[in-house]
């Protein structure tokens, strides 16, 4: 293998790194690339089954898999493994990708890997014939085919720095910042590299300087080669040695990084665990001057650099080593929509309002509460706050809230025996969880279950509004063919009242500034039971009325308050009190462990005649 990708690699990404995937396929879009460089994402601990990044402007679909073994199965075509995983898990996760046959090249991220770890990572990469770039790396790239994650940083600076395009020379570097670094020297001093590569800057890692300008030897497209080590280690001499034996005969230039260190009275640890000499051959200044003797082209300081590649270059080009090259036409890659937007170059109708909370930001904020200063009990605020703000836009008064509050602890639960309850129960009891559960009692609450408060409210709200008499309310109702929602109870009569009506009307006569629609309520009340006792006003009609005192006292105009009957609001307390019922019997059942429930055959009257055929 000459060169280190094509423009057919693609790779598996583990750990689902975004912004590194992004990047990669953004550079696959400015060179042109049919496929994506990433053909799937290997996230262990992710939910997803597929990610969604840009393609250009389009959007593309990645699949994310939960084992390294499944994404392989799944793209037995894909050579590249890239780990972004930590330096606890980097190990495990590299050797089972070195198990694949199909890979060729594998990229570890991490830094600080263990010696013994980061040596047996490498010997079972060279016993399988593998390229392992790393630990503590950047990456690799050939310029026109396929770039690995961050390596060449944004865009911009990789067409600045030529890497969308194939050059003549073949970089090798410690340092990923170097790297780059690098990257810029050359695309200003000659036309650009042709592959690159930063082995990481870990003592032991797994390719090295050699592997590398061996391949790149090998290369047609590399003309030369630039080599920048570092103080520490001893890969240099590797390279020495070959080009005494003739195994590299194309032009290299070379320095090491660190000749500063012979100012220093004791030893100095340079950036990269492995950027400290431990004898006096790895000191940056003892590799740069045996690789000078050996005819490498060695400048006097690292500024000296870009006029060294300038003189050789310009030399190769001179007797034709080097072709002009074809500048490309560069795709531009569309801005991300939130950018622009966030600089207000650009303008986009909404498809949803939001008028009650905010959970952009530091913090949500309800109806314009931050969070933190509603959810505490230091704070004043009680649910029924939360409620006014976030149902109604308002804070409500005290008297106000306390009534809400009474109204769900009032509908909270009427036992097991009810449609509801009893549906909540039996699902539980089929081994579903407390949400399916709640589901099922919750599909239950309607016209004939808990639905009358909306209807209450919007009847007798009628009747009071247009002076109505009680016997004018029922004919009116009677005419309609609607039974008076809110009037009549199976069991509460006038000589058995039922308590929680009892409750409601006592706390609105001492709290509520007025009560008239109740009072009205409580007159037809009276006409209604003259005829039969159990047409009493019952819990739903009396929540319903009161909402209608409340917010006419709230000062809310007829508009308001029937925008919130027909949007159902009323039976929404209905709904989240019950919820509370609901759920407790849900966990009933499971803390009792209850079996499969089925209905008693003595409960069920058989009418099954035999069924004739037409």
Not at 55 to 79: D, H, L, Q, S
Not at 406 to 428: F, I, Q, S, Y
Request: aromatic residues 8%; hydrophobic residues 40%.
């Amino acid at each position: 293998m000459t060169a280190l990708f094509t423009k057919e690699t693609q790779a598996i990404f583990w750990n689902n790194n975004k912004s590194a995937i992004q990047r990669m396929l953004d550079y696959d879009y400015i060179i042109d690339r049919k496929k994506p460089s990433v053909a799937a994402i290997v996230a262990p601990t992710g939910t997803q089954k597929f990610e969604k990044f840009f393609f250009g402007p389009e959007e593309i679909i990645i699949p994310v898999y939960k084992t390294t073994e499944v994404a392989m199965k799944e793209n037995e075509e894909v050579e590249v493994f890239i780990n972004f995983g930590s330096f606890r898990t980097a190990f495990d996760v590299t050797m089972e990708a070195l198990s694949y046959s199909n890979i060729q090249t594998v990229m570890v991220t991490a830094e600080g890997i263990p010696e013994r770890h980061a040596r047996a990572m490498n010997k079972k990469a060279r016993e399988q014939g593998v390229v392992l770039i790393g630990p503590a790396t950047a990456g690799g790239i050939t310029p026109g085919s396929f770039k690995i994650a961050n390596v060449g940083g944004t865009i911009t600076n990789i067409i600045d720095c030529k890497l969308h395009r194939a050059g003549s020379c073949g970089l090798v570097t410690r340092s990923g910042g170097l790297f780059n670094e690098m990257s810029n020297i050359l695309a200003l001093n000659a036309d650009g590299i042709a592959e690159g590569v930063a082995i990481g800057g870990d003592r032991f890692v797994g390719s090295v300087f050699i592997d590398h300008l061996l391949r790149m030897e090998k290369n047609p497209q590399i003309q030369y080669m630039v080599l920048l080590g570092e103080v520490g280690g001893a890969e240099e001499y590797k390279v020495i040695q070959a080009v005494q034996e003739g195994k590299i005969t194309k032009p290299i230039i070379a320095w090491c990084i660190g000749t500063i260190a012979k100012h220093f009275s004791s030893g100095v640890q340079f950036g990269h665990a492995g950027a400290s000499a431990n004898a006096k051959d790895e000191t940056a200044e003892a590799k740069n001057r045996a690789m000078k003797e050996v005819g490498i082209i060695v400048p006097e300081s690292f500024n000296d650099l870009p006029v060294k590649i300038a003189d050789l270059y310009n030399k190769l080009k001179e007797n034709n080593t080097i072709k002009e090259v074809q500048e490309p036409k560069i795709k531009k890659i569309p801005e991300d929509f939130e950018k622009v937007a966030s600089r207000g170059d650009i303008r986009k109708g909404t498809n949803f309002i939001c008028t009650i909370s905010d959970d952009r930001g530091e913090e949500a904020h309800y109806g314009g509460h931050p969070i933190s200063s509603v959810a505490t009990p230091d704070t004043g605020y009680s649910i029924g706050d939360v409620m006014s703000i976030l149902w109604f836009k308002k804070r409500y008064p005290k008297w106000a809230t306390e009534f809400i509050e009474t109204v769900l602890k009032t509908v909270a639960d009427h036992g097991p025996a009810v449609a509801g309850a009893h549906n909540a129960r039996v699902t539980a009891r089929a081994g579903k969880d407390v949400i399916s559960s709640l589901i099922s009692g919750l599909l239950t609450i309607g016209p004939r279950f808990g639905g009358a408060i909306d209807g209450s409210a919007k009847y007798f709200k009628y009747g009071f509004d247009n002076n109505l008499s009680p016997e004018e309310f029922v004919s009116y109702m009677k005419k309609e063919g609607i039974p008076i929602p809110g009037i009549g109870h199976r069991i509460k009569s006038v000589r058995n009242p039922d308590k929680r009506v009892e409750s409601l009307k006592e706390y609105a006569s001492k709290n509520f500034p007025s009560n008239r629609v109740l009072d009205y309520a409580l007159e037809i009340e009276k006409l209604t039971t003259s005829k039969k006792d159990n047409l009493i006003l019952n819990v739903d009609g009396t929540i319903g009325v009161l909402m209608v005192d409340m917010w006419r006292r709230l000062e809310y105009d007829d508009t308001d308050i029937d925008i919130f009957i027909e949007a159902g609001a009323l039976n929404a307390f209905f709904i989240l009190g019950r919820c509370i019922g609901f759920i407790g019997h849900v966990l009933d059942e499971k803390r009792l462990g209850m079996s499969m429930y089925r209905h008693p055959w003595d409960d069920i009257l058989y009418d099954v005649n035999y069924a004739e055929e037409i």
